[in-house]
């Protein structure tokens, strides 16, 4: 097995001609044009599940076959349980996560939407594009059957594909004088998420109140827990809390009291440009 880092023999490269402002209004669907064939491919499937793992191996030792020009690149988990079953995959070292970035030409995914959301948490910058099979529980993200994976993967290769652009939420954790907040003496770092940011309680036995601001403005103040999600995450903790499923081609950031004490705070869309500011 080549446990060499994938960062020290890959030379960067800019690998499709997807371009998207930052606060865009308009998701939809593009076309797929690579402006080099790519040749680094992730693969990421379900963890401690058989199902996946004969999935994966199929998957790989047929991309080896019918393109051996890709490197193929698994977590070092998987690269360590199947060995010898696959001896021609990469790994990126442990430490180095964010090497998936300036690495990766595109990912596929074997399993359910938790799969799908542990990939999206590899990448703190832009995610590649993604091939999801559908091989788990829920699949509100997975577009594809596996059976078919030899013909979606062929087409991914060749860049005949649409794409469907998903936002995600940057969300920063900080105290009142702007400081960051810590936890055991270390900083909590920024995070790119793909669902939701909830804010709740915890253990705490008491109500908390929440004050709202968006874009520097007063918003409202709410004895609540809240969750703040994309239009992918309105299919997830928010749908149950009683939000509006959001088409992911619908921009737009969903706001979504848990259990209000106030009649008059209901679910409210914002513009996926708005600066969310919650304060406790």
């Not at 091989?135 to 577009?143: D, E, H, N, Q, V």
């Not at 400081?179 to 008491?206: A, F």
């Not at 809390?241 to 619908?250: D, K, L, M, Q, T």
């Not at 996926?272 to 304060?279: C, G, M, V």
Request: charged share 20%.
């Amino acid at each position: 097995m080549d446990m060499q880092n994938m960062f020290d023999m890959i030379k960067t490269r800019e690998t499709s001609n997807i371009l998207q402002a930052p606060g865009s209004t308009y998701g939809g669907k593009f076309t797929l044009d690579w402006t080099e064939r790519p040749r680094n491919v992730l693969l990421i499937k379900k963890l401690n599940d058989i199902k996946t793992e004969n999935a994966l191996i199929q998957v790989a030792n047929w991309l080896h076959k019918e393109h051996p020009e890709l490197n193929l690149i698994v977590e070092p988990s998987v690269a360590e349980h199947c060995q010898g079953k696959l001896p021609f995959v990469h790994v990126i070292p442990r430490d180095q996560k964010h090497e998936y970035t300036r690495t990766v030409d595109f990912a596929i995914t074997l399993g359910g939407d938790g799969t799908m959301l542990h990939l999206s948490s590899l990448f703190p910058k832009a995610v590649p594009p993604v091939v999801c099979f559908s091989l788990g529980t829920l699949g509100f993200l997975m577009a594809f059957q596996f059976k078919h994976f030899q013909h979606v993967l062929t087409d991914m290769t060749a860049g005949k594909v649409s794409l469907m652009l998903r936002m995600r939420l940057f969300c920063s954790l900080h105290q009142p004088d702007g400081r960051r907040i810590t936890v055991d003496g270390k900083e909590v770092g920024d995070r790119q998420v793909m669902n939701e940011v909830s804010l709740h309680r915890g253990r705490y036995p008491h109500l908390t109140a929440i004050r709202c601001f968006v874009d520097g403005e007063y918003l409202t103040e709410c004895v609540i827990e809240l969750i703040v999600s994309t239009p992918t995450g309105s299919t997830a903790y928010s749908l149950s809390a009683g939000g509006p499923i959001v088409h992911p081609s619908v921009q737009s950031l969903v706001m979504t009291p848990i259990c209000p004490r106030s009649l008059s705070f209901r679910t409210v869309l914002l513009p996926p440009s708005a600066n969310i500011r919650l304060q406790v």
